[in-house]
């Protein structure tokens, strides 16, 4: 229960990392969504626009588009910020706290980014290599080249979920092995 409920004297330690994360969650979404909207319009156009259109204010596509970013990814930093912010904080030293979340940040991202470029790289073999002509029933819809960018931005998409929570599980698990470290040098 100690890492979901944070002691009253952490709360102010762990909200900046919260705020933090999120904000580097939702600027990661940005980024990852502009170079998705250059390997395939219709993504957004056709998908990800229905998707969020409460977030249409009738802004040029690009903007949008970031917008959209924004809005999927913010909650993937902010809730990594969460979990690291309760491992780290549970010592007094801020100084090795800070440098441990920045670190398991830094690990989720290149996990995040990773995971995106093979998705590319497994989608691109997948639709133009072996030319497959399936993708969650959206060949109904698409067809040759739109089809298999489309396919290919999904798959960086899911990828890159699924990337941010290995980078999140291994960012834990090395986190927790320097604590323990830690702690048996201080034993020593």
């Not at 030319?131 to 960086?156: H, M, N, P, W, Y």
């Amino acid at each position: 229960m100690n890492w979901i409920v944070p002691r009253v004297r952490n709360v102010r330690r762990i909200l900046p990392y919260l705020w933090f994360g999120a904000l580097l969650g939702g600027f990661y979404g940005m980024l990852h969504d502009q170079i998705s909207y250059t390997i395939s319009r219709e993504y957004f156009t056709d998908f990800k626009f229905h998707q969020f259109r409460y977030a249409d204010f009738h802004l040029p596509e690009r903007l949008y588009v970031g917008i959209i970013g924004f809005l999927a990814t913010w909650w993937v930093g902010l809730f990594s910020g969460w979990f690291l912010a309760r491992m780290s904080f549970n010592s007094d030293d801020l100084q090795t706290a800070r440098r441990d979340i920045l670190q398991g940040f830094a690990i989720i991202a290149c996990c995040a980014m990773g995971a995106g470029i093979l998705g590319g790289v497994a989608g691109y073999l997948n639709y133009y290599v072996f030319d497959a002509q399936e993708f969650l029933g959206f060949e109904r819809q698409f067809s040759g080249t739109t089809l298999k960018r489309f396919a290919i931005v999904g798959t960086i998409h899911n990828a890159g979920y699924a990337g941010g929570l290995v980078g999140l599980i291994v960012a834990v698990f090395l986190l927790k092995r320097k604590m323990k470290q830690r702690l048996s040098d201080v034993d020593m």
